[in-house]
């Protein structure tokens, strides 16, 4: 019931296409999904977020679709760029604490 | 230049040894929190605290320990009880415990126990 499934664990894409990660949950009471962004070495940091009672949100080039009928929600990075080469972990908000997603390694081939 | 500290960043230490890791945080934040990260499993989380003097055993708390003397600081303590202390170990900072809030992550400390 706590726990966040995130898919796929890794992904290639090529410069210019679309990257889409994607997160199942179970638990209703879920009230916030956020999405982080970590490059190796570092900490993650937040890049969207999302409430339930919105099904779409979308900051430049990154979007989240949210389904709340499915529990499931989903990142994704439009004109993908060598740059967006990362681990993206989607995550959360039960009971005060964010339960996080295993996490997707994006490599963005030039 | 708000933000938080975690230092070393890189720690070495033989089995058997505990060892504190360090965490502080300028942003006036309330709560506090210590995470773990191991490659294809995501964030764990280890322990938090929403005030000084309080905190709260994460998932994975067996084996380590912590304390919140000050608002700013929030230390880890790898026990020697700790079977698999080696990872990468986060600490984060948030306003608002509870309600809508964005975590605050520092740049981590790599752990190598040997």
């Known amino acids: 019931q706590q726990q966040v499934k995130q898919s796929p664990q890794s992904l290639i894409v090529q410069k210019g296409g679309i990257s889409i990660i994607n997160c199942a949950y179970e638990n209703t009471a879920f009230d916030y999904f956020p999405w982080y962004q970590q490059f190796p070495g570092k900490g993650p940091a937040l890049l969207i977020a999302?409430?339930?009672?919105?099904s779409e949100k979308k900051e430049g080039r990154f979007t989240i679709s949210f389904n709340k009928s499915a529990k499931q929600f989903s990142l994704h990075i439009m004109d993908s760029q060598p740059g967006d080469s990362a681990t993206y972990f989607c995550a959360a908000r039960g009971t005060g604490k964010l339960i996080f997603g295993q996490g997707t390694t994006l490599q963005v081939k030039p | 230049d708000g933000g938080i500290t975690q230092s070393p960043k890189y720690l070495f230490r033989k089995e058997g040894q505990n060892v504190t890791l360090s965490c502080e945080q300028n942003?006036?934040?309330?709560?506090m929190y210590w995470y773990r990260q191991d490659p294809g499993q995501g964030l764990r989380l280890i322990y938090y605290?929403?005030?000084?003097?309080?905190?709260q055993k994460g998932d994975i708390a067996e084996g380590y320990s912590v304390s919140r003397e000050k608002k700013e600081s929030f230390p880890l303590t790898v026990t020697s009880a700790q079977k698999n202390p080696t990872a990468f170990y986060l600490c984060?900072?948030?306003?608002?415990?509870?309600?809508?809030?964005?975590?605050?992550f520092g740049p981590g400390t790599r752990l190598t126990v040997t």
């Open positions: 942003l006036n934040h309330d709560a």
């Open positions: 999302i409430r339930p009672d919105v």
């Open positions: 605290s929403q005030i000084v003097n309080d905190f």
């Open positions: 984060a900072s948030s306003i608002v415990p509870s309600g809508l809030y964005e975590q605050y």
